[in-house]
């Protein structure tokens, strides 16, 4: 995944391609991301809401994928067209920003990436927060981009008859996948067969870890190069 530094966001926030998407959201408060938007974010970023930008209609399971269609009229809402760089962030290590990241790059974005770090490491490299909405950029001279239909993405009929050798990981806290706790499902615990791999294990502090120490921490896991691997969490 393509990170970018606070430092060098700071550096290239008021070019004309830059498109920022603040992506904040809490588990059990749906409403606080959007709030905590209205309070205070990074000059020019615009608000992606889980629940109703990345998300279609709640049917099987917890925020699917929207429709390319509806993700397409996102983009244009946003301003975002193939020659814009995008940067996602978000204040919980990249979950929610990961997810805008993957969207894009699904749909063939090439100038896509996580602030790493986020909001904290925005703050600490100095960059201040604005109240205002900024008003949606669109470059004349630059091409929509091509949506498709989504890829990259299994059933849940091939989680539960996956082939010998696929890994299942759980990417959501220890504690949900053991079900010592359960903040929003109604029931704890994780699907048979998988691996507890939390995303929290990426991150040193705030920013993700060398490739050097991930590539390690999923060889430990069991996880090569070469590895076949389902990853789910407890939102989509």
Known sequence: MPLISAADLLADVDNDTMRII???????RPDDGVAA?????????????LESDLSGPIGGGRHPL???????????????STNSKVVAYDDRGGAVASRLWWMLTQ??????????????????????????????KTDSESAEIAITDWTGTVGRAAVADRE????????????RYRGDTEPIDAKAGHIPG?????????????????????????????IGEETRVIVHCGSG
């Open 22 to 28: 603040d992506c904040r959201w809490y588990l059990g």
């Open 37 to 49: 938007y209205a309070a205070g974010h990074i000059r020019g970023a615009s608000y992606a809401d």
């Open 66 to 80: 929207p429709t390319p269609l509806a993700f397409e009229a996102t983009l244009k809402q946003w301003g975002i």
């Open 107 to 136: 749909q063939g974005h090439a100038h896509t990436f996580v602030l790493d770090g986020g909001l904290h490491a925005w703050r600490d490299a100095g960059g201040r927060l604005t109240t205002d909405i900024p008003a949606v």
């Open 164 to 175: 010998d050798g696929v890994v299942l990981a759980d990417a959501r806290g220890a504690d």
């Open 194 to 222: 998988a691996i507890s791999l939390p995303m929290t294990r990426n991150l040193e502090g705030n920013v993700f870890r060398d490739s050097n120490e991930l590539r390690s921490s999923f060889e430990t896991a069991g």
